[in-house]
């Protein structure tokens, strides 16, 4: 079985900060991928960034970027220069060899202006 | 990525009825996914639907409960049989429809049992 832990239930950033969200998993397959959902209220959940277990290189995308760190099982998001849109709930997932995605417990993440 | 509408957007039930919610998805795709997400907390998935085959479900889950079609690749429907109040959750389809196995997901409908 694989599990997604995120030992934070809520976060919080001042506007054009950085903040850091924790992830750890845990999974006794070598082949795997990693995602960060965003759900704002409006409920919709939309996919942030992803990573390939298989690649070193951190993944990249505009002001979110994740720290890797296979051995560690760890899979962090860092939101740059935080924005009133950014507050939402954020979900850590993987995704196994058979499709199915594990979801942590999510984290809620609030701006302050 | 991939478009995918969901109706109703939230109902209001009484319980021991049952409301079939409905997934459309804009492109041809193999795998659905029906998930619950009760109030405040993470996803759980209920089903996974492939076309032309019966839906599989995850423990907990029982297709006499949560009965599911899957009548071609565009579209899905999952009902939610005799209703009670802890049925009250929000319901989001999604799709595997990239290169990486990453879902997209529906825009969700909200029930809510009295």
């Known amino acids: 079985a694989q599990t997604v832990t995120q030992s934070q239930p809520e976060m919080s950033v001042q506007e054009a900060e950085t903040v850091t969200l924790s992830c750890t998993y845990d999974t006794s397959e070598s082949d795997y991928y990693l995602f960060w959902y965003k759900q704002p209220p409006s409920r919709q959940m939309i996919l942030v960034i992803r990573q390939e277990a298989y690649k070193q290189q951190n993944a990249t995308e505009n002001r979110f970027s994740v720290n890797f760190q296979k051995a560690a099982k760890s899979f962090s998001l860092k939101i740059s220069d935080s924005q009133l849109g950014d507050a939402a709930m954020y979900f850590c997932?993987?995704?196994?060899?058979?499709?199915?995605?594990?979801f942590g417990g999510g984290t809620r993440l609030m701006v302050k202006p | 990525s991939a478009v995918i509408s969901q109706k109703p957007s939230r109902d209001i039930c009484q319980r021991g009825t049952s409301l079939t919610i409905q997934c459309q998805v804009d492109s041809q795709v193999t795998m659905m996914f029906w998930y619950r997400q009760q109030p405040g907390q993470s996803l759980t998935l209920i089903a996974t639907?492939?076309?032309?085959?019966?839906?599989?479900?995850e423990s907990g889950f029982v297709i006499d409960k949560f009965p599911i079609s899957r009548p071609n690749l565009t579209f899905s429907t999952l009902t939610v049989s005799n209703m009670s109040p802890e049925d009250s959750s929000i319901y989001l389809c999604s799709v595997e429809a990239g290169n990486f196995g990453e879902q997209y997901f529906g825009p969700g409908t909200r029930l809510t049992v009295t």
């Open positions: 997932a993987l995704r196994n060899a058979g499709n199915m995605l594990t």
């Open positions: 639907a492939n076309q032309g085959s019966e839906a599989t479900y």
